[in-house]
């Protein structure tokens, strides 16, 4: 491999270093080749790590006269980019402050520096890195620990204050928990009433904290076999397991032990006094989590124990796992390679405790961090490299997920099913569907057959639909999809009865002969208004339902061949659409109109509706009222309806963003051009108009920065827009959420008089879609927290569904 | 998500011989561009399949079939167009070279879509590829192109 080979190389630098020394103009070079060796430093490598840290340290220590500041800053990044190799570079410094007092000091006031930027700046995992750094120093002897417990205490004291956000409270706590792993010992054995002292302070704190946002961060609602702790509360737990142990842990490598000697030697360096930085409003902080298990050690069979939730080293190996991901995501063959070689590989049952990082990423509420296919894709390679093991563990895992969908959140149950119709699709959609088919005997709206009847919905869209019949055993036929095709009334038998058809097959005709929409409206001019004949004689619009019928379904019908084929058909006649459908409710008539047809082929509606909304046929709020609409009640715990609502938001969310983005960067072109045509009209002489004389480069700027300058008129129409479309966006959000009110209320209220348990499949889907708009588009959904608690989230409304918005706004509270 | 420049996304070594433009043009397009070209793909893959795959790494433009010149039917192989470059990437990372129908996909940067490119270049229609394949590929229409003939001219002698 590369990395080896490179390694190698570098091992050669040793002797021929003072060679190379003399070369001066290779001094980049030879800052480069510091870089490599201070990033590779703990490496597979063929001698000890304790003899390349020996001589990494005097080939840093002698040339620190040319490469100081170099050596600092990346001696500073490292721990922070590589947080797995903390000890290894604490142990450098330890052995370079052991040599040179004088950099020890220089190492802790620019680390020092790192650590309160990355606070300024919202870093707070380089923050906390930063911290088990520093703290790690004092293993090394290059801080003193009553400095460390200063900072320690300071940083539980900003836990302390009132009035700033609980998430920033809890951050200071869980960065002060988190780097006792690595100090706890040390802190135990010079200064154990400080460290009990300390310890106190946060139980306390622990003690009076709120957790109304668990609930909604937890993938299952109950908590057996595996309780779904709140992460601080886990990490208290784990802490005070370790201090049980008296701070003993085995699973971080200390190198610096096997330095004791020389480390002892060495003089201290006091932390100057550090006061975190105030909370101001624009500081977003982490939010809150949940710590994800699914195993235990009964499930791993015979080999290295799984250790315990509460052991410290759960918490290490998770953590070094998902640095692991973060570090790699981008390239998911290095990722699973990475995972696979963890330096603690042979001591625990690894493929289970990836499996479950994996999952705890995926399932993460309220979004995962990266997109769903990128787990998926690495769980596809960690069964290429692993095969003897990681599919065996992957369907354990599966089976866990399935028997315990029951309590499964709705977020989580999507990203579940879309998952595994994914894995399935990667390897031949093999799997052993006769151990699920008690499933088969529940209510269809039971969260088991449910996940199956839409597993195969998403193979379906994957596969073909023959293909069904080699892939699924016979007794599952109730579950499998019907065939993905039109449901086109006006030639099916009966049609000859309907007011519409002789219009629709001469419509087919004209469509077919490649008419115009003016032919098409015309066509349609002559079917009579149902509505006029009814009680709605006084409405005045021109909405006509059998019109958006006929047309609707005819000509989708016609298109039905292929997505293409059907967008190229809207796209013909967009003119027809917009002259049908100007009212909302002549949108949703259209909306209606593609449910009828296409019924049984739910990624065409998808498509089509997402169609509509790009092409601005119909708009947001049509979609969300078609939603909750009485036609759509049979549909209404399918996971392709919520698709579509998502997507609805997902448009409008884009378009705001887009606006506001459009107006902040006029905005500051206009300050820009403001600034510089002042500065502008001093040096530039020559009046506006006059050519040839004036250089190019002058004449050039001022004429480029006017086609760019936004006049101030343009930028308060943007305004404008961005208004409307705030207006648009926040409309949406209430009618979603009135619309969940009320058929939540009104099935709590029913099933009150009727004297039924309301806790029912249907009620339970239905608040899991509810939590699901808050979770997936909290961001933007939090603009308008307020405006929902008056107008629609009241005291009077039941505590079922206050519950559900009260756990949203904790997130962040 | 910030784009970071990973071997995965970096440009491989195919270049469309037909590009009109310098090579430099065809380079920059291809570091700017959110189009993919998606190969090795079934001839019975639908493009409601592939929009399936692809469209969860993001929202896609369009999908424009390749087509067999004479016979118009697919020939494996398309172009997916995201309206973001993100995505495309995105795409580039964790779909190219896994499976869809059964078939390892092959994703690559293309320089976006133009008029006639949807049909293959091979002589008898198909593409290039499936003229002098030696394999049977049953997702590919059986034996390359030449050796089906070369089969045919056996059979004819044989008979």
């Known amino acids: 491999m590369n990395r080896r080979r490179a390694y190698e190389d570098d091992g050669d630098f040793y002797g021929e270093r003072s060679r190379k020394r003399r070369r001066v103009s290779e001094n980049q070079e030879m800052e480069e080749r510091l870089e490599t060796l201070i990033l590779r430093v703990g490496e597979n490598s063929s001698s000890s790590l304790e003899s390349n840290l020996e001589g990494l340290v005097s080939v840093l220590e002698s040339d620190l006269g040319n490469f100081r500041s170099k050596i600092l800053r990346i001696l500073s990044e490292c721990p922070i980019k590589m947080p797995e190799k903390c000890t290894i570079y604490s142990t450098m410094v330890g052995l370079m402050n052991a040599k040179n007092y004088n950099f020890g000091g220089e190492f802790v006031d620019h680390m020092v520096k790192t650590f309160k930027e990355s606070l300024k700046q919202c870093r707070w995992d380089a923050a906390r890195y930063a911290l088990r750094f520093l703290s790690d120093l004092v293993n090394c002897h290059v801080i003193s620990t009553n400095s460390l417990l200063q900072l320690l205490d300071n940083m539980v004291d900003a836990a302390n204050e009132d009035s700033v956000p609980q998430v920033r409270r809890d951050w200071y706590v869980f960065a002060v928990l988190s780097t006792l792993p690595w100090v706890g010992r040390e802190l135990y054995e010079k200064k154990e009433s400080a460290l009990e002292n300390l310890l106190v302070r946060i139980e306390v704190f622990l003690n009076k904290r709120t957790k109304k946002h668990h609930n909604s961060l937890r993938v299952w609602s109950v908590d057996a076999p595996h309780p779904q702790e709140e992460y601080l509360d886990c990490l208290w737990a784990q802490i005070r397991k370790l201090r049980q142990d008296n701070w003993a842990e085995k699973h971080i490598p200390r190198p610096y032990l096997a330095f004791d000697s020389v480390l002892c030697e060495a003089l201290q360096h006091n932390l100057p006094l550090i006061h975190p930085p105030p909370h101001q409003d624009s500081f977003e902080y982490p939010m809150p989590w949940v710590v994800y298990r699914m195993f235990d050690y009964t499930d791993c069979p015979a080999g290295p124990i799984l250790p315990g939730a509460h052991s410290i080293e759960r918490f290490l190996i998770e953590e070094h796992l998902h640095s692991i991901i973060e570090a790699h995501h981008w390239e998911r063959k290095d990722c699973a390679a990475n995972l696979l070689n963890l330096s603690y590989k042979d001591k625990i049952p690894l493929e289970y405790c990836i499996v479950e990082v994996i999952f705890a990423e995926l399932f993460k509420m309220p979004t995962p961090r990266y997109l769903d296919i990128c787990y998926g894709s690495i769980l596809i390679e960690l069964c290429k490299l692993q095969p003897s093991k990681m599919p065996q563990v992957l369907a354990q895992a599966t089976e866990i997920l399935f028997m315990r969908i029951d309590s499964m959140n709705t977020s989580c149950f999507d990203r579940f099913a879309n998952w595994f119709s994914y894995h399935l699709s990667n390897f031949q959609f093999r799997w052993s569907w006769d151990d699920w088919d008690s499933c088969l005997l529940l209510e269809p709206e039971h969260p088991r057959p449910k996940f199956i009847e839409e597993v195969l919905l998403k193979c379906l869209r994957l596969s073909y639909h023959d293909r069904f019949k080699e892939m699924m055993p016979e007794t599952y036929s109730k579950l499998i999809p019907k065939p993905p095709m039109p449901t086109y009334k006006y030639t099916m038998e009966g049609a000859a009865s309907l007011p519409g058809t002789a219009t629709a097959h001469k419509l087919v005709v004209a469509i077919r002969q490649k008419c115009t929409p003016e032919d098409v409206l015309n066509e349609l001019k002559d079917l009579p208004n149902p509505r006029e004949t009814s009680e709605n004689d006084m409405v005045e619009s021109t909405f006509n339902p059998l019109k958006i019928d006929v047309f609707v379904q005819t000509l989708l019908n016609l298109g039905s061949k292929s997505f293409s084929h059907t967008f190229a058909a809207i796209s013909k006649f967009h003119l027809v659409f917009k002259t049908l459908a100007e009212t909302e409710e002549a949108q949703i008539c259209i909306l209606h109109n593609v449910f009828e047809l296409w019924v049984n082929h739910q990624q065409m509606m998808v498509v089509i509706i997402d169609k509509l909304l790009k092409t601005q046929i119909v708009e947001c709020s049509a979609v969300a009222t078609w939603v909750f609409s009485k036609e759509m009640v049979g549909e209404f715990t399918k996971m392709y309806l919520w698709e579509i609502l998502h997507l609805t938001i997902k448009k409008m969310n884009q378009h705001v963003t887009k606006l506001s983005k459009e107006l902040s960067d006029a905005k500051e072109r206009l300050d820009r051009n403001a600034e510089s045509s002042s500065s502008e009209s001093e040096e530039e002489t020559a009046p506006a108009g006059t050519d040839a004389v004036t250089p190019q480069r002058r004449r050039k700027k001022p004429i480029g920065d006017n086609a760019d300058k936004p006049t101030e008129e343009q930028v308060e129409r943007m305004e404008e827009k961005l208004e409307a479309a705030y207006v648009d966006q926040k409309r949406l959000f209430l009618i979603i959420f009135q619309r969940f009110i009320m058929i939540l209320s009104e099935h709590l209220v029913k099933c009150d008089t009727d004297g039924r348990d309301y806790d029912t499949d249907w009620y339970r889907w239905t608040v899991g879609r509810l939590q699901q708009v808050f979770m997936m588009h909290h961001e933007q959904v939090k603009k308008y927290s307020s405006t929902l608690e008056s107008l629609l989230f009241t005291s009077d409304i039941d505590p079922h569904i206050l519950d559900v918005f009260h756990q949203f706004t904790a997130l962040r509270s | ?159």
């Open chain 2, 1 to 159: 998500m910030t784009s970071v420049h990973t071997p995965s996304v970096a440009l491989s070594k195919y270049r469309d011989q037909h590009f009109k433009g310098s090579r430099h043009e065809q380079e920059r397009l291809l570091r700017l561009t959110s189009t993919l070209y998606i190969g090795n793909l079934s001839f019975y893959t639908t493009e409601e399949q592939i929009h399936e795959l692809f469209s969860r790494c993001g929202d896609i433009r369009r999908i424009v079939m390749g087509l067999d010149k004479f016979k118009k039917t697919p020939c494996g192989f398309c172009f997916v167009e995201y309206y973001a470059r993100d995505d495309a990437e995105s795409a580039m990372r964790y779909i190219n070279g896994t499976r869809l129908d059964d078939r390892i996909v092959r994703v690559d940067w293309d320089a976006g879509f133009v008029e006639g490119r949807q049909y293959g270049r091979g002589k008898s229609g198909g593409q290039v590829r499936d003229e002098y394949r030696q394999d049977h590929d049953l997702g590919r229409g059986g034996y390359g192109k030449m050796v089906q003939m070369g089969q045919l001219g056996a059979n004819m002698r044989d008979s």
